[in-house]
């Protein structure tokens, strides 16, 4: 894995950290559209290799499946 990589998936889990660290006060939905869109975002940036493009595209598909879990 290059630096570039590496610096973008560390920076990707203190965003959910701290995106999660908030999450005290929303509701179960908005909680489970905060954590797929986390765990989305993750997950597209390995299966692109770091890509700009594939960790938004993951974070905007687990935030949708997160938002549509408890419908």
């Known amino acids: 894995m290059n630096k570039m990589q590496g610096l973008?998936?560390?920076?990707?889990?203190?965003?959910?950290?701290?995106?999660?660290?908030?999450?005290?006060?929303?509701s179960r939905q908005e909680q489970n559209?905060?954590?797929?869109?986390g765990v989305g975002a993750v997950g597209g940036s390995i299966l692109t290799?770091?890509?700009?493009?594939?960790t938004?595209?993951?974070a905007?598909?687990?935030g949708f499946i997160g938002h549509e879990i408890d419908k």
Not at 12 to 24: D, K, P, R, S, T
Not at 33 to 37: S, V, Y
Not at 49 to 54: D, E, I, N
Request: proline content about 0%; glycine content about 28%.
């Open 8 to 26: 973008t998936l560390r920076i990707v889990a203190v965003v959910m950290l701290i995106g999660l660290a908030g999450c005290a006060g929303m």
């Open 33 to 37: 559209t905060a954590i797929g869109a």
């Open 49 to 54: 290799g770091g890509s700009t493009t594939g």
């Open 56 to 58: 938004l595209g993951g």
């Open 60 to 62: 905007a598909v687990g």
